[in-house]
């Protein structure tokens, strides 16, 4: 009796592998736009890996602390990939996000910035005449320029948390422009955030154009 249960047991066992491997071999395979450039980075290395926290202080108290991500093509790539795997996205419905978002990149540098302020009415970046201005630098400083858009992002937004993934309830998180083009052939650009209350300054390869083995490691 005992040897005819398990020889009973053993035919179930293996039906279920074989059943198993009918149902892998004929399941729809899950297949990104960007798989082939991701295929091993998720979207929070990626923005871990292009995003810098930079603090100012005076009288030994907070100014400004400021997360600042350098949103380019591959946080561009990123976002796409995440976006169509948290979303289920179709290879087609992914492509048209992918040109949508890489083209918002042709023309500028686009940054990510959460900003925390000492008083909230000093965290006002996305004000023409506020406390603190915005620029964008070469390595050298021989060019400078202003942004020319800061949108502000409402916490309200839920996909944004997700993606801005250091916007909280106690800071103010906004999305800045720069035009390329004065700075087209750079390598490596810096963004600086300065005012009365203190000067932060970030700097970022710019990713193709320098051998990424030569990164450092973002902070």
């Not at 071999?25 to 810098?52: L, M, Q």
């Not at 925390?116 to 050298?140: A, I, Y």
């Not at 087209?184 to 990424?212: C, N």
Request: with cysteine; charged share 30%; hydrophobic share 35%.
């Amino acid at each position: 009796m005992q040897k005819l249960s398990l020889i009973i047991m053993g035919a179930l066992v293996l039906t279920a592998c074989s059943l198993r491997r009918n149902d892998e071999a004929h399941a729809p395979s899950h297949r990104n736009f960007f798989d082939a450039v991701f295929n091993t980075n998720s979207y929070g290395e990626a923005f871990d890996k292009w995003t810098k926290r930079g603090r100012t202080q005076s009288d030994f108290d907070l100014t400004l602390l400021a997360d600042v991500t350098f949103w380019n093509d591959e946080m561009q790539r990123a976002y796409v990939n995440e976006m169509t795997r948290r979303f289920r996205l179709t290879d087609t419905e992914s492509k048209a996000l992918a040109y949508k978002k890489l083209s918002e990149n042709d023309g500028y540098y686009v940054f990510i910035i959460s900003a925390t302020t000492r008083h909230p009415e000093w965290n006002d970046l996305d004000s023409h005449n506020g406390l603190w201005r915005l620029s964008l630098e070469n390595k050298d400083s021989s060019v400078r320029i202003p942004a020319e858009r800061v949108d502000k992002v409402s916490y309200k937004n839920e996909r944004a948390r997700y993606f801005y993934r250091r916007m909280n309830r106690f800071n103010e998180t906004y999305k800045v422009f720069f035009p390329k083009v004065k700075l087209m052939d750079a390598e490596e650009i810096v963004l600086h955030i300065a005012g009365p209350r203190g000067d932060l300054s970030f700097d970022f390869k710019i990713p193709g154009r320098v051998d990424e083995n030569r990164w450092g490691s973002s902070k």
